[in-house]
Structure formats: structure tokens, C-alpha cells
């Protein structure tokens, strides 16, 4: 009902009715004959009788009363059906400034985010210096995990981490099983790693969460840090991937160190691998 009372007739395209207009917003047959639906089965939605509801009706509902992701989200859980994705509203795109900041804030440990299909969207200069991070390799983390030479390199359990890598990219495509965009991502990696294709028939999936990993650096040697996956619920395309120093691992001091100015003299060389 305040829902409906917030849609003025002229938004949703009727007359207006003029002064001998009583009720604020969208009347309930005006809602019900917008949406396709039966006056009173509408009159039914709104005092939460126990009837039978589609997705589709509840949709044509929710475009009628303009809802927002959010809002058609609960919507689908006040009527006991499975809540569609959420999708990213238009005052949210902006978002990608502060995450930028966010990241900054991190160092100097490294952190990146990157969309749905695992594309990179930004990192900092930490995960540039540890995790080989550049504008020439694939910006696609799946893609650069099987395919760079430099982080292939400082990751002495490679092997290992590509089972938990390959499990939590197939978790994020059970999630959109039609998508052509993990297809493309898909194919790619195909045919770039025999590796990859190798792990992907396995068909395990695993969740995204934490994740330790070790990185033998050139120059500071051993790292230890701890991989975590973060979500923003208004970027639900969006992960943010923060990587954590271990505890009692000098991986913290190392980091400082390689970040520093003097660290960072110390890079203005090849790097091996």
C-alpha cells in the first residue's frame, strides 16, 4: 500500500482525475488493470491472504509500483518464492571511486575487485608489486592465473590453488547457468590452459571465502597472506579481494618494506619470473 500510494497516476501513465481525486498514489483496480490481473486476486496480494503467486505477476507488480531491486527482492520473500538476483541501481554505478579508495587504504597489502566474470576492474599497487598485476597480461583472473609466467612463478602451490580456484569459478557460474558472458570466459580459458580444462571436468564447486596462499617474491622472498572475498550488497557484480599478511610470517614487514620508496628502488630491475 505505500508502495502504491507513492506512483502518481501521470508516472505510471494514467489521467490525473484532477481535484476529486481522493486517494494518494495508484488506486488498487488502477494497479490490478496495469499489472494484468484480477481486482480482487490484487486486493488479496495486498492483505497477504493465502493465494496462489507467480514471479511473473509479481513482476508485472513490481514494474507497475516502480520497486527497486531491493524492494522487488523482499517483495518475492514476503510471498514465500525464491528472491530474484539483486541488480545494480542506477544511483549505485558510482560506486567505484570509494572501492577505489578502499583499496588504496589497504596498502600497502594487496587488494583488487574485480565483476562478476572475474574480470579486474581496479588493484593497488601491492597486488601490482606481489601478485604480478599489469596492464599487458589479461585482465580476467581466471585467464591470468592459468596464463601468467610471473605468478605462476611465486606460487610454489600453484597446483594447489588451482583446484580451489577452478571449484569457485564453477560455483559462480551455477549462479548463472545461461550466461554468456562466463561461456565467453569459459571458452577462453579452454583453450589457452589444457590445465584448466582438466580441473573444470572434475565439476567440484566450492564456495568463495578465504584462501592461504604462500608467494615466493624475488625480492622479499617467502609471503604468506590470506585471501578474502567481500560483497557489497549494493554492487552485487562487484568482489573485493583482500589479501591478508599471516600472523608471526614477517609478511606484514616484508609489505611495508617492498611498498616503501627504498622498496621500491629496490625494484628498478628485471624481476625474474
Not at 123 to 144: F, H, K, S, T, W
Not at 145 to 165: G, K, L, N
Not at 177 to 202: I, K, Y
Request: aromatic share 6%; net charge negative.
Amino acid at each position: 500500500m505505500s508502495r502504491r500510494a507513492r506512483v502518481s497516476p501521470a508516472e505510471a501513465g494514467l489521467p490525473d482525475g484532477g481535484a476529486r481525486r481522493r486517494t494518494p498514489g495508484l488506486r488498487r483496480e488502477e494497479v490490478a488493470v496495469l499489472a494484468g490481473v484480477g481486482v480482487s486476486w490484487y486486493q488479496w496480494l495486498e492483505q497477504g491472504r493465502d493465494i496462489t503467486v507467480s514471479g511473473q505477476v509479481l513482476d508485472a507488480v513490481s514494474r507497475v509500483l516502480k520497486l527497486t531491486s531491493a524492494e522487488r527482492r523482499h517483495l518475492y520473500v514476503l510471498a514465500g518464492l525464491n528472491p530474484p538476483a539483486l541488480e545494480v541501481a542506477p544511483g549505485d554505478r558510482d560506486m567505484c571511486q570509494g572501492l577505489q579508495r578502499l583499496i588504496d587504504a589497504w596498502m600497502p597489502f594487496p587488494a583488487h575487485i574485480m565483476d562478476t566474470y572475474w574480470n579486474t576492474v581496479m588493484y593497488n599497487d601491492a597486488a601490482a608489486l606481489v601478485l604480478g598485476m599489469r596492464p599487458e597480461i589479461v585482465q580476467n583472473c581466471l585467464i591470468a592465473f592459468f596464463t601468467d609466467p610471473v605468478y605462476m612463478a611465486r606460487s610454489p602451490h600453484w597446483e594447489e590453488i588451482a583446484v580451489e580456484v577452478v571449484a569457485q569459478f564453477r560455483a559462480a557460474c551455477s549462479e548463472h547457468p545461461e550466461d554468456e558472458g562466463f561461456q565467453a570466459v569459459l571458452e577462453q580459458a579452454r583453450e589457452l590452459s589444457p590445465r584448466f580444462t582438466e580441473l573444470w571436468e572434475r565439476q567440484e564447486i566450492r564456495p568463495g571465502g578465504q584462501l592461504r596462499k604462500e608467494m615466493e617474491h624475488p625480492v622479499v622472498g617467502t609471503l604468506h597472506v590470506e585471501t578474502t572475498q567481500l560483497r557489497v550488497p549494493a554492487r552485487p557484480d562487484l568482489a573485493i579481494v583482500l589479501h591478508t599478511p599471516l600472523p608471526g610470517t614477517e609478511t606484514a614487514e616484508k609489505l611495508e618494506w617492498l611498498t616503501s620508496p627504498e622498496g621500491r628502488r629496490g625494484l628498478m630491475y628485471p624481476v625474474a619470473g
